[in-house]
């Protein structure tokens, strides 16, 4: 039995030493390969030389002592590297730390030049015009804290008063429209104010002071009879006009020289008979309505209306009509009021003051011409669309160009606004003779239901 189980353990030996060599063998090429690698990357001596299709490359002969000079060797350059790879950081940091200082600074100078163009930064006055300006005008430019702290509405615990953008431009003139006596009487500043609104200063600050009231008043003349009435002269204030009385704007339209809507006073002459026949450029209110269901027209706006002729006339059927209209030498809001209609003194460029798919109709009748920008008419008549409701009306009612523009700029214009057309008219412009080449169209567009 003990004889038997020696040669089973000397089998077993013998089976286990080739596998042992083989271990070690195994390791002793991974310890090889390795070494080899590092050489092969980090050694000076490595030398590559191709012949024809053969590589083949020397190594120096192997040595505990040349690989340690080998290893020694890699790690200085190894340190070498990190340090210039620490420096190269050191360097970009501190390029990256300039670049922002420069950027700050040129920040900076953009903010001092915009300044000194608008004097505002951040849409609010520099800190060295808020010293300079009046009392009453920071009052009235705010803001305000609001008594009962932040408002949920807009996330704000104050309040800005809206005051146009434009109005920043014009800092002398902004602080001339705002120097008063408080509670005392407003200056007669109308046609200094209008000026300003028109550069831009849209809407202007409100103001503490009140308006000067005319003389002898007395109660406005009763409606319907106050569509077709010529007012009382006591009912204006004439100071800021060439006329002192409604007389004279109506004889002046055979007087030489050029107004605006020279004619618009004489409630007799041709306004009496505007938009009552419908032929070629002109449309006929009824005409127009009746493209619509019976009393779906209700509510709507004209824009630049003169003395207010187009409102009356959809007055007397039973359509309110906000005119919007500038008092060029001429009262015309007051006016308007006079006859028992809405009007709002605002220019041709401001946003329309009404929620968007409210509106029934707008008209507008030679204000929009090719006198506005082409960008500032696109953003005018998408306005314009966005405030009627789906199916309303716009009626552009002789609109100016010339006939070079006709085509190439204005029908590619409303064809992209979306507009539906349902009446479409040109006509050329013969005042001035056939050969300026001058042309009007009317146009009668509908915004899509859906």
């Not at 077993?12 to 090889?32: C, E, G, R, T």
């Not at 314009?384 to 523009?405: A, M």
Request: charged content about 20%; aromatic content about 12%; proline content about 6%.
């Amino acid at each position: 039995m003990g004889n038997g189980a020696h040669d089973d353990y000397a089998k077993k030996q013998a089976k286990q030493q080739p596998h042992n060599k083989y271990k070690l063998k195994i390791l002793l090429l991974v310890i090889f390969t390795n070494l080899l690698t590092i050489y092969i990357f980090s050694g000076p001596s490595l030398n590559w030389k191709l012949t024809g299709y053969s590589n083949h490359f020397s190594l120096p002969l192997w040595g505990s002592s040349i690989l340690l000079q080998e290893l020694n060797s890699t790690k200085l350059e190894l340190a070498a590297s990190h340090s210039f790879i620490v420096e190269l950081q050191q360097q970009l940091k501190s390029t990256n730390l300039l670049v922002e200082a420069l950027l700050i600074e040129l920040t900076r100078e953009q903010e001092h030049s915009t300044q000194k163009v608008a004097g505002v930064s951040g849409g609010k006055f520099n800190a060295d015009l808020i010293v300079r300006l009046p009392n009453e005008l920071r009052a009235a430019l705010g803001p305000h804290k609001l008594p009962l702290g932040k408002s949920p509405t807009t996330g704000l615990d104050e309040v800005n008063s809206p005051v146009g953008a434009g109005c920043f431009k014009f800092q002398e003139e902004l602080v001339q429209y705002m120097t008063y006596e408080i509670g005392g009487e407003c200056p007669v500043d109308d046609v200094f104010a209008q000026r300003l609104l028109l550069k831009g200063c849209e809407p202007l600050p409100r103001r503490r002071c009140h308006p000067k009231s005319p003389v002898n008043y007395v109660e406005p003349t009763p409606f319907p009879e106050s569509l077709w009435a010529k007012a009382p002269d006591t009912s204006i204030i004439w100071d800021p006009y060439t006329c002192k009385s409604y007389q004279c704007l109506i004889d002046r339209n055979n007087a030489p020289g050029v107004f605006d809507c020279k004619d618009c006073f004489d409630l007799q002459g041709r306004e009496k008979n505007r938009w009552l026949f419908d032929r070629g450029l002109d449309y006929g209110i009824d005409q127009v309505l009746n493209t619509k269901p019976r009393r779906t027209i209700r509510i709507g706006l004209d824009i630049g209306g003169g003395s207010g002729t187009f409102a009356a006339r959809m007055r007397e059927r039973n359509v309110t009509v906000v005119t919007t209209s500038m008092n060029f030498d001429g009262p015309f809001n007051s006016f308007i009021a006079s006859r028992g209609l809405i009007p709002m003194h605002v220019s041709v460029f401001q946003r329309l003051p009404f929620f968007e798919n409210t509106l029934d109709i707008v008209h507008s009748m030679h204000v929009l011409s090719n006198w506005i920008p082409d960008a500032m008419l696109q953003f005018t008549l998408f306005d314009i669309y966005r405030v009627l409701r789906p199916g309303g009306l716009f009626w552009l009612d002789h609109f100016f160009c010339f006939g070079s523009q006709l085509n190439e700029t204005y029908v590619p214009m409303f064809n992209r606004i979306g507009f539906r057309k349902l009446r479409w008219n040109t006509g050329m412009k013969l005042d001035r003779g056939i050969d300026k080449n001058e042309w009007y169209f009317s146009a009668l567009l509908e915004k899509p239901m859906s």
